[in-house]
């Protein structure tokens, strides 16, 4: 079975502080995705990262696929209060459906 | 942009009624999912459909069933809704492939009391 470990699993920081949120497995994905869910609403993709070692930004978030395709990681830079929510990960392997990791759940307070 | 479409975003039932939860998608994606979510226990797999009238089981299925009569449309049935159902139910479509990105819907959080 694959399993996705995000860490760390709760974060509450100031506003204008940086972080880093952590997406680990044991497995080789072909692709991983992260998603960003607010209250009470579905999952929204945020990015897919596909190449070992690619990274992509998305203005003040930087995604990072590690070198062997097992693990990511998330930085946000200058975190805001707009930036609170759940950060799901998800790994792509062959023709079965997306591994979700069980999230982190961060806190931007003004 | 795509859209997910759930029936209810919220939906209270007693113990043992029969509990329906439709989803639509409006962007011809072959496959659709049934996820619920749990605090500690993040998202898991009740049942997945490659096309229509196909089915497969995910991770949870027992007291779930799913129909796909229509290629849009993806419902989730619980024959006789318990206590442990109560949950946020969502709904998901992506393309063939199974890496490619999902498109969840808002969301149904169901009390069953």
């Known amino acids: 079975t694959q399993l996705l470990e995000q860490s760390p699993q709760f974060l509450s920081i100031q506003e204008g502080e940086n972080l880093t949120v952590y997406c680990n497995s044991s497995?080789?994905?072909?692709?991983l995705q992260w998603y960003r869910q607010e209250p009470g609403e579905g999952p929204v993709l945020l990015v897919t990262?596909?190449?070992?070692?690619e990274v992509k930004k998305l203005k003040r978030l930087t995604f990072q696929f590690g070198d062997a395709r097992k693990d990511s990681s998330l930085h946000i830079t200058a975190a805001q209060p707009g930036d609170t929510g759940l950060y799901l990960c998800?790994?792509?392997?062959?023709?079965?459906?997306?591994?979700f990791g069980k999230g982190t759940r961060l806190s931007v307070i003004a | 942009d795509v859209k997910v479409t759930q029936s209810s975003r919220y939906l209270v039932k007693r113990t043992g009624e029969k509990v329906f939860l439709e989803c639509v998608q409006d962007?011809?994606?072959?496959?659709m999912f049934w996820y619920r979510q749990d605090p500690g226990l993040g998202l898991r797999l009740i049942y997945f459909?490659?096309?229509?009238?196909?089915?497969e089981k995910g991770d949870i299925p027992e007291g779930y069933s799913v129909s796909r009569e229509k290629k849009e449309r993806f419902s989730l049935i619980l024959e006789s809704a318990s206590t442990n159902q109560t949950s946020m139910y969502l709904c998901?479509?992506?393309?063939?492939?199974?890496?490619?990105?999902?498109?969840f819907g808002p969301g149904t959080r169901l009390t069953v009391t």
């Open positions: 990262v596909v190449t070992g070692g």
């Open positions: 962007m011809d994606h072959e496959n």
């Open positions: 998800a790994g792509a392997a062959g023709n079965t459906p997306l591994v």
């Open positions: 459909s490659y096309d229509v009238k196909m089915k």
């Open positions: 497995s080789v994905f072909s692709s």
């Open positions: 998901a479509s992506s393309f063939p492939d199974q890496g490619y990105e999902q498109y």
